[in-house]
């Protein structure tokens, strides 16, 4: 059992830079693939960003391309999601999840586990 608790997210300008955590309980954390979506509002959850299990493969959605980075720390059991050069269309609630021995594909049916979700917002 696995529980994801996320944190940072807010308000920021276009251009700028948010970091997004997820702390997860559980001991068998490294074993999980992680994954960052997100969902506008009146728009279906989308795939942003994963890391596979072995944190060898990281994947992104051509949107993040560039300016996304995810990360994960397993000593502290936390995933993060480096967001920069931020525009008003990713404007969204994000979502961390994990998959456990998935590859941190894009495939929301695969994730067992779901963060709570945080909002962000980026103005013009």
């Known amino acids: 059992q696995v529980q994801l608790v996320q944190s940072g997210g807010g308000l920021v300008q276009a251009g700028g830079s948010l970091r997004l955590s997820c702390a997860a309980s559980g001991r068998t954390f490294s074993t999980y693939a992680s994954g960052w979506f997100r969902q506008a509002p009146g728009k279906e959850r989308e795939f942003v960003a994963g890391l596979s299990w072995t944190g060898a493969t990281a994947s992104y959605a051509d949107p993040a391309l560039g300016r996304f980075t995810i990360s994960r720390d397993n000593a502290k059991k936390t995933v993060h999601l480096q967001m920069n050069s931020l525009k008003p269309e990713d404007t969204a609630v994000y979502y961390c999840?994990?998959?456990?021995?998935?590859?941190?594909?894009?495939?929301?049916?695969?994730?067992?586990?779901w963060g709570q979700g945080t909002q962000v917002t980026v103005s013009s």
């Open positions: 999840a994990a998959d456990q021995g998935g590859d941190g594909g894009s495939r929301l049916d695969l994730y067992e586990y």
